[in-house]
């Protein structure tokens, strides 16, 4: 069956550094993956999407990377503040943005001062 | 709107009572989805509406789950007899056809079944 895995442990890390954060699948193609942002009682936020011809792609401080032999994307957030701190999630799109998707559970996000 | 409305944001309901959620999408989407989380989970798919298209209901857990969109815009999930195990928070989210835009969330309905 279809399996996304994203980091279930929270991840802390010193401002300033750069966070990085995974997301591995199985027994999926995605055309498309997309990361979203989440703040407790809140929906989540579009971040980035990234296609799969596509090895990386940028946003002001945020690099996304998607390598489909390893089934692996990675984010990063570089010089990271106490604002970054959220819950980040994968999400796996077999077509465009206008089907449906699917999301990993999301891996927690610290930033201490 | 400006964004993805949902109501009510807290609804705290009695087991074997029905329940309807509202979603009230950008203007302009075509597509409307619902998503439901669990506490400390990750979202699980419900329905996905495109246009006029027939909806994908192969996420709904049960018959005691169906939704509808109205004229393209407003859709309802309602959930009957509900169950303890349907507390949840109920994400609405739309998008356009326009790839790269990704989805737009509501802030969800807080649904607690007692």
């Known amino acids: 069956s279809q399996k996304i895995e994203q980091n279930s442990e929270a991840l802390n890390i010193q401002e300033g550094k750069t966070a990085t954060l995974t997301c591995n699948y199985t027994?999926?193609?995605?055309?498309?993956l997309q990361w979203y942002r989440q703040d407790p009682g809140r929906g989540p936020v579009f971040l980035l999407l990234?296609?799969?011809?596509?090895k990386e792609k940028r946003k002001e401080r945020l690099k996304v990377t998607f390598d489909t032999t390893l089934k692996q994307s990675l984010f990063h957030i570089t010089a990271s503040q106490p604002a970054d701190s959220a819950t980040y999630l994968c999400?796996?799109?077999?077509?465009?943005?206008?089907?449906?998707?699917?999301f990993g559970s999301g891996t927690r996000l610290s930033i201490r001062p | 709107g400006a964004g993805v409305s949902q109501s009510p944001s807290n609804k705290v309901t009695e087991k074997g009572k029905d329940v309807e959620l509202r979603c009230d999408p950008i203007?302009?989407?075509?597509?409307l989805y619902w998503y439901r989380q669990s506490l400390g989970q990750g979202l699980e798919f419900l329905i996905y509406?495109?246009?006029?298209?027939?909806?994908?209901k192969s996420g709904l857990p049960s018959d005691r789950f169906s939704a509808e969109r109205t004229g393209g815009s407003v859709s309802t999930l309602t959930i009957q007899r509900t169950q303890q195990e349907d507390s949840a928070v109920y994400l609405c989210?739309?998008?356009?056809?326009?790839?790269?835009?990704?989805?737009?969330f509501g802030s969800g309905t807080r649904l607690t079944v007692v």
């Open positions: 990234i296609r799969e011809n596509e």
């Open positions: 027994n999926y193609s995605p055309a498309y």
């Open positions: 989210a739309s998008s356009s056809s326009k790839v790269g835009d990704g989805y737009t």
């Open positions: 203007s302009g989407h075509t597509a």
């Open positions: 999400a796996l799109d077999p077509y465009s943005s206008a089907s449906k998707i699917i």
């Open positions: 509406f495109q246009g006029n298209s027939a909806p994908d």
